[in-house]
C-alpha cells in the first residue's frame, strides 16, 4: 500500500489465485484458523469446501473445528456480548465481505488484500495494533506470527492545501521483528486467503463467468446464422 496526500492507493490482489485450487484451499486453512474463531460465516456450509477440491474426510479431519456436521455452516463459538465488550463491535460476517468491500478505489479484494497486510504495532491502541487501510480499527493483528511485527513510519509535511498546516505522511514499514513467513511468503498467503473469502462471497463465480462466456459465443453464431438465412430467404425478393 502507498500513501500519497492522505489517501491510501489499494495494492492489486492476484486475482488469478480465485480459480487456483491449490490457493483456495490453503486460503481455506487460513480461514478456518484464524478467522473463524471470531468472524462467522454464516452462509457458507462446511460440504461446500468440495467445490475448491476438499474431500469430505479432508474437511472432517482439517477444518471442522467449530462444529460436527459437515453439513453445518460455518459459525463461531463466540459471545456477542463478550466481543462487544472485548472489541468494541461485534465482528462482522465474513460470508460476503469481499463483494461488501468494493468501492471506487478497487475491488473488495483488493481492500482485503491491502488490509490484511498492512498493521502495525501501536501501542496506545486498546489491542495495541493499529492499521494503515482501515485506521483505529478494532480488530487485533491475528496474523502477526505469520507476518511479525512491524511499525509505521510517518514524516510530517506542509499540507499542500492548507498554508500554515502540516500533515503526517506514511513513510514505509519497519520491521522489528521477523515472523514465521517472509514478507513474500506472507503476501502469498494473504492471496490464498483473499482468495478464498472472494470464492465464498460468490462460489459460482467461476462457472456463471464460463457459462456467461459461452452464451455470448453462441449468440455470435447465431445472430451470423441468422444474417445469412435473412439474406438467402430475400434475395430473390424485390
Excluded at 503526517?168 to 498467503?189: C, I, M, N, W
Aim: proline share 5%; glycine share 6%; charged share 20%.
Amino acid at each position: 500500500a502507498q500513501a500519497s496526500g492522505g489517501d491510501l492507493v489499494l495494492d492489486k490482489f492476484p486475482k488469478e489465485r480465485v480459480t487456483d485450487l491449490a490457493a483456495l484451499q490453503n486460503g481455506a486453512k487460513i480461514f478456518v484458523n484464524y478467522c473463524l474463531n471470531c468472524h462467522a460465516a454464516a452462509f457458507m456450509r462446511f460440504n461446500r469446501l468440495k467445490d475448491i477440491g476438499l474431500t469430505e474426510q479432508q474437511i472432517k479431519d482439517n477444518l471442522l473445528f467449530p462444529t460436527d456436521k459437515v453439513g453445518d455452516v460455518m459459525k463461531v463459538s463466540l459471545n456477542p456480548r463478550d466481543a462487544k465488550e472485548w472489541f468494541g463491535a461485534v465482528p462482522p460476517d465474513l460470508t460476503l465481505v469481499a463483494r461488501s468491500r468494493a468501492s471506487h478505489s478497487g475491488t473488495g479484494a483488493d481492500y482485503l488484500y491491502t488490509y490484511l497486510r498492512t498493521f502495525y504495532r501501536d501501542d496506545p491502541r486498546p489491542t495495541g495494533w493499529n492499521n494503515l487501510t482501515f485506521p483505529n480499527v478494532g480488530m487485533p493483528h491475528v496474523l502477526w506470527e505469520l507476518q511479525g511485527v512491524r511499525e509505521a513510519k510517518f514524516v510530517t509535511e506542509p499540507d499542500p492545501h492548507a498554508a500554515g498546516k502540516t500533515v503526517h505522511r506514511f513513510d514505509g514499514f519497519e520491521q522489528v521483528t521477523q515472523g514465521k513467513l517472509s514478507p513474500q511468503e506472507f503476501d502469498s498467503a494473504m492471496a490464498d486467503l483473499v482468495a478464498y473469502l472472494q470464492w465464498m462471497a460468490e462460489p459460482m463465480q467461476t462457472q456463471r463467468t464460463r457459462i456467461g462466456v459461452g452464451v455470448l459465443i453462441f449468440l455470435a453464431i447465431f445472430t451470423f446464422i441468422a444474417w445469412r438465412l435473412n439474406a438467402a430467404y430475400w434475395k430473390d425478393v424485390k
